[in-house]
């Protein structure tokens, strides 16, 4: 069974940083995106980043160059570093691992089958 844990989600001040982490367990394909997704209250449920299993990263337009994805496969663990935090950025912090054909950081939800908990990220201005 595919299970995805996050955590790092806090209360933090606009400009301040913040470091989400997601551990993977469970899963056996050999091609994967591992993915960042957000909801704020009231919106849909978007793409942040991604990372895919040979290495390959995409970063959505509105993380503006402020976040960053990484992995370490030695802890099993995908981070999403974000720096310069805005009051729009609030949400609700998901991963997601989406089994692929072929190796492809996508950052389309429907792609995605198995999914986090989450963790919840409040920026105040």
């Known amino acids: 069974q595919v299970l995805l844990v996050e955590s790092g989600g806090d209360s933090v001040q606009a400009g301040g940083s913040l470091r989400l982490s997601c551990v993977a367990s469970g899963y056996r394909y050999s091609a994967y995106s591992i993915g960042w997704f957000r909801q704020a209250q009231g919106k849909e449920r978007e793409g942040v980043a991604a990372?895919?299993?040979?290495?390959?990263?995409n970063t959505a337009d509105s993380a503006g160059g402020r976040f960053t994805i990484s992995r370490d496969n030695a802890k099993n663990t995908v981070y999403l570093q974000m720096n310069n935090l805005k009051p729009e950025d609030t949400g609700m912090y998901y991963c997601?691992?989406?089994?692929?054909?072929?190796?492809?950081?996508?950052?389309?939800?429907?792609?995605?089958?198995?999914w986090g908990q989450g963790t919840q990220v409040t920026i105040s201005s």
């Open positions: 997601a691992l989406a089994p692929l054909v072929t190796p492809i950081a996508t950052l389309e939800p429907s792609e995605y089958h198995h």
């Open positions: 990372i895919d299993s040979d290495g390959y990263y």
